[in-house]
């Protein structure tokens, strides 16, 4: 029987489940957890996840990875980002590690872990691959299907993110599930009968995330009305306005005026495990005024003063004390949940339910202000609040697989069977208990921008998913040969963000004003698919492949930035000519690639030649180039080369004479052909080059990695392993950039 389990892979915590004929188990990590520490840290060079890479705070807090989904499909210049790495340079920031712009891409985000880059998407892999062994370890069998939730705003950018640390995982997702749906599904389940229809708005508190949906719920379909959120509002930001809080009461209980400075000037264990406590016992403290009247805060001998003598910390908090320092960020959430009501046109009255999910909601505050708000009667907590996504991904998971268990007898059943052989009535079962359909909205208005500085918005926000719309549009130049089509969103702070991006060629000289029809389909995962044609030839319509992120973004935005750079550079009608052909034959290429090639591979190579494509200046520069490579080749590779190492050396030495013009330019030319077949063999010899760069830059450990790795690839040339070649390359392509730059080509030429 095939698996699916439900997943809530949270900011701050992460949860597995799995649903039966008749419950939801949520299932306990190796500390006997249902809650799994979103948390990544490395120990003794291995990645860890959990509660011990959670422990890594007090002895290394720049090696833990916290919150790392608030990075998923997020790019290295939006202001949140950039909030967030600021805010990791602050004494109390709880984001220490190295965020920064990945090598050779213009806005990507790693992380820097002992020297080596790890993207989001990696990092959330390692927490999905700990769920995944978390459930394997349970059932003694292979996962690998699931459920994924994440936060209803979501773009396609971080939904593929999402998709492709799932894969790294070794998962493949059934859905993902939005997280207020996921908690409206858990909530349905158990609260309505057939027949019964409720309208559901969800407020979902959690550690490190705030989200909206409000739901139509009737005989196990949910329509999900509309949606709102706010990722960088979640119970970390409560914990450190506590936090400085505290730190001003101790200041004037002890009347030090730069108590920061006197923490911030402690040796490095010590300052680590101040700040890891007093996190941790601030989360307790908060917890523990969600029943309590008043909790004590207590750090004896971890803090001392310049002098040496203890500053014990011994701190009594109220729960009006509490309520005072969140009710701003209870009122911020408050203020989305009427924004939302608006946008979507609901008065409260037609709201049955808002029902409470995530850690935050637990606190006494929220309720209460959410019950002046919207009367006390509409407030239905969640019986197990932190869970409750968990299982709402687990009921659909149930739904979505293959099989299930009879809930009579326990045998095994195909989804499909209405009838078990004990006579059990499934049909009735499912309806009873299950659920039939969830049907989405979009989460933000998505335009394209037209020549003329316009916006043609292409999907409204809350749109029923799927849709599809079509739209004319008009060639802006002369015999034009390419389109861009480029979807836009407005996110948060009112910012422009592409979405997704694609070319179109065209395969004719067309006069100005010639039309095109665009085909644009929108699914439930806020997925584009684009069609194109010329309207006075339906027939031919053709697929835009458009980006989903990390190398075939990079390998578009290379193509856009090259168009750029024609259009504001000064170059002639030769070198024009010369580039667009070029990147037309590299769009191209990207047309072709089917949805089960290996992309990933079609665009690396795509990239690479774009980035580092160079309009040549003179036919003399690109001869010398042309030249320079052969003799790279003939030098370096000449036991990968075989007859045409010979007439290689004959080209090289017709292209050096200058007795016959036409004989010359004919030699350059068959160079640059045989050349266009090695050029991954230009980059093993750049790998070469970037090691003694390293070298001169008296940067020695990275001299010896880079010089590593051109051993490890000669020997694998020399055995014909060229895949294990490509794959080392590929590993040192970070380290390569750092020497020479994306643009690689003038680089090699310069040295």
Not at 175 to 193: C, F, H, R, S
Not at 589 to 615: C, M, T, W
Not at 627 to 647: E, M, R, V, Y
Request: aromatic fraction near 8%; proline fraction near 2%; glycine fraction near 4%.
């Amino acid at each position: 029987m095939k698996k699916v389990i439900g997943i809530d892979l949270g900011t701050t915590n992460s949860v597995v489940s799995f649903k039966r004929s008749n419950s939801v188990e949520i299932l306990r990590n190796d500390d006997s957890e249902e809650l799994t520490r979103s948390c990544v840290s490395i120990l003794n060079e291995e990645l860890i996840v959990g509660r011990v890479a959670f422990n890594n705070l007090g002895r290394n807090p720049e090696d833990v990875i916290l919150s790392i989904k608030r990075l998923m499909g997020m790019s290295i210049s939006d202001p949140n980002v950039e909030t967030m790495i600021e805010q990791g340079k602050d004494l109390f920031g709880y984001y220490k590690y190295n965020i920064t712009k990945q090598s050779g891409s213009t806005d990507a985000i790693v992380i820097i872990l002992i020297g080596r880059e790890y993207t989001p998407e990696q990092m959330s892999s390692e927490i999905l691959r700990k769920l995944k062994s978390i459930a394997e370890k349970y059932f003694q069998d292979d996962v690998t299907n699931a459920v994924i939730t994440v936060p209803a705003y979501f773009s396609e950018k971080q939904k593929t993110a999402t998709r492709i640390a799932a894969n790294m995982a070794g998962l493949k997702v059934s859905q993902l599930l939005a997280e207020p749906t996921a908690a409206a599904i858990a909530y349905g389940v158990d609260e309505l009968i057939a027949g019964q229809a409720k309208t559901v708005l969800v407020y979902d508190f959690g550690g490190g995330t705030f989200d909206l949906s409000v739901l139509n719920i009737i005989d196990g379909q949910y329509f999900e009305m509309g949606t709102s959120g706010d990722r960088w509002l979640g119970g970390d930001d409560l914990d450190r306005a506590i936090q400085k809080y505290i730190i001003d009461r101790i200041s004037k209980e002890y009347n030090i005026e730069n108590i920061n400075d006197l923490i911030r000037n402690l040796r490095d264990n010590k300052r680590y495990i101040f700040l890891s406590t007093f996190r941790v016992e601030t989360e307790k403290l908060k917890i523990q005024l969600s029943s309590t009247n008043s909790a004590n805060l207590t750090l004896i001998g971890i803090l001392q003063d310049s002098e040496g003598d203890d500053i014990d910390i011994d701190v009594t908090i109220t729960r009006n004390d509490l309520e005072q320092i969140i009710k701003p960020f209870v009122s911020k959430s408050i203020s989305l949940v009427d924004k939302l009501l608006k946008d979507i046109g609901y008065e409260i009255e037609m709201i049955d339910h808002i029902l409470l999910v995530g850690g935050t909601s637990c606190i006494p505050l929220v309720k209460q202000m959410l019950a002046d708000n919207y009367g006390a009667a509409r407030i239905l907590a969640s019986k197990r609040p932190m869970l409750t996504v968990a299982e709402g991904a687990a009921i659909l998971a149930h739904r979505l697989s293959d099989e299930y268990e009879c809930p009579q007898c326990g045998s095994v059943v195909l989804q499909s069977q209405k009838i078990c052989n004990c006579k059990f009535d499934l049909e009735s079962e499912i309806k009873k208990t299950g659920i039939n359909e969830v049907l989405y909205t979009a989460k933000d208005d998505y335009f394209i921008e037209l020549a003329n500085n316009t916006e043609d918005i292409i999907v409204k926000k809350q749109s029923t998913l799927p849709l599809s719309v079509s739209r004319e549009y008009e060639t802006t130049t002369q015999n034009q040969r390419i389109v861009k089509v480029n979807i836009f969103t407005i996110k948060e702070n009112n910012i422009k963000e592409t979405q997704t991006l694609g070319y179109f060629t065209i395969a004719e000289e067309l006069p100005l004003g010639s039309k095109i029809v665009f085909d644009i389909e929108f699914d439930i995962n806020e997925t584009f698919k684009c069609f194109a044609y010329l309207k006075n030839r339906p027939t031919d319509k053709k697929q835009v492949r458009l980006s989903r992120g990390s190398i075939d973004t990079r390998a578009y935005e290379s193509i856009t930035n090259k168009i750029q750079d024609l259009i504001e550079g000064d170059y002639t009608y030769t070198q024009k000519e010369s580039t667009i052909k070029f990147i037309n034959e590299n769009v191209k290429q990207i047309e072709n690639i089917r949805l089960d090639d290996n992309h990933n591979e079609a665009f690396s190579k795509v990239y690479v030649l774009v980035d580092g494509y160079v309009p040549p200046n003179e036919v003399d520069n690109t001869d010398q180039w042309v030249l320079f490579c052969a003799n790279i080749l003939t030098s370096h590779f000449d036991f990968l080369l075989g007859p045409n190492h010979q007439k290689m050396l004959r080209l090289i030495e017709e292209a050096q004479q200058d007795e016959d013009v036409l004989l010359k330019i004919q030699a350059i030319r068959n160079l640059e052909e045989f050349i266009s077949n090695y050029n991954f063999l230009i980059e093993i010899f750049a790998l070469n080059l970037a090691s003694k760069v390293a070298e001169d830059k008296n940067s020695h450990s990275d001299a010896v990695k880079l010089k590593q790795y051109y051993d490890k690839i000669y020997t694998c040339l020399k055995e014909s392993e060229f895949e294990e070649a490509k794959e080392i390359l590929e590993q040192a392509g970070s380290l390569i950039n750092k020497y020479l730059g994306s643009d690689k080509i003038s680089t090699l030429l310069t040295k």
